[in-house]
């Protein structure tokens, strides 16, 4: 079984750049790509800002920031991740987007690279038909901040090999994190089960079922949730949660993945959440408070 050393990470948004704080702070030498050296500065900064809380707060030593810093390395050209032995990607949920990108990579990386994909929603067999190597794609689903959060999913295709698998699942723990072993249907474990429930929460405001804080305080301290599920849609991004239900929905055609008339109504006036300031609630003030959506 070949030995992972080198870690590339396309995109380095968000999740791309967590991705890439922890495969840095797990010693693997570790390369982003992205389009432009400014969302690399940005990144950074917000890696930067991220493991020094970390150290802060006793989890990481010093020494292991300076270490990780070290380790990373950005580009803005596809081609300069062929000598990773693995590649996980992490840009925008477009499949043509992300297809583009594999392509590209997949005549330039040796035999031995595996391909993974940190898509929430979309399927992994759709990204590992548009390159010749099936047999060494997975998905590794990591969660929202990544160096906090223990979860990662790998997800096997109809076609992902047994070494393929056994090296992305060592890989994941080798993050520390707890790997779980998912199929390859769009929404694997996490979302299958969540993109409804956070639906079947818009719908029950909607329909005049109880209020916007109500309905987070009854599942927060009912079910003993750390936080309600209108409150998490806006740390998520209504923006995200609409796209990731639009794909499940025409993946499944199943009515508890349809995105509420709410849901679509809130995204297209910019009400995404604490990204664009405003939601279900207003985030300018401290503590945030109701928004009024005139229902």
């Not at 791309?16 to 940005?42: C, F, H, M, N, P």
């Not at 109504?265 to 300031?277: D, E, Y």
Request: one cysteine or more.
């Amino acid at each position: 079984m070949t030995e992972i050393k080198r870690a590339g990470v396309l995109g380095c948004g968000l999740m791309g750049s967590g991705i890439a704080q922890v495969a840095a702070t797990a010693g693997y030498d570790t390369l982003v790509r992205d389009v432009s050296k400014e969302i690399w500065d940005r990144a950074r900064a917000g890696i930067e800002k991220s493991l020094a809380k970390l150290v802060e707060k006793g989890k990481l030593p010093a020494a292991n920031r300076e270490a990780a810093l070290k380790r990373l390395s950005f580009t803005t050209a596809t081609a300069d991740l062929k000598s990773c032995d693995i590649v996980i990607e992490a840009v925008t949920e477009d499949l043509a987007l992300k297809n583009a990108l594999f392509k590209e990579l997949d005549g330039l990386t040796g035999p031995a690279t595996i391909f993974a994909s940190n898509t929430s929603s979309l399927t992994i067999a759709a990204m590992a038909a548009a390159t010749q190597r099936g047999d060494r794609f997975v998905g590794l689903h990591f969660f929202n901040p990544v160096p906090l959060m223990p979860l990662v999913e790998v997800v096997r295709t109809v076609t992902t090999s047994e070494e393929t698998f056994r090296r992305a699942f060592a890989f994941a723990k080798s993050l520390g994190k707890e790997a779980v072993a998912a199929k390859d249907n769009s929404g694997f474990i996490v979302n299958l089960l969540l993109v409804p429930y956070l639906l079947d929460a818009i719908r029950a405001v909607e329909r005049g079922v109880a209020s916007v804080p109500d309905v987070d305080k009854a599942m927060q301290l009912g079910c003993g949730y750390p936080m309600g599920p209108l409150t998490l849609l806006d740390l998520v991004g209504l923006d995200t949660t609409y796209r990731i239900a639009e794909i499940m929905f025409t993946e499944y055609r199943e009515q508890r993945y349809a995105p509420p008339p709410l849901l679509k109504h809130m995204v297209i006036a910019g009400l995404n959440g604490r990204k664009s300031g405003k939601g279900f609630y207003d985030y300018s003030v401290d503590p945030p408070t109701l928004v009024d959506l005139g229902i």
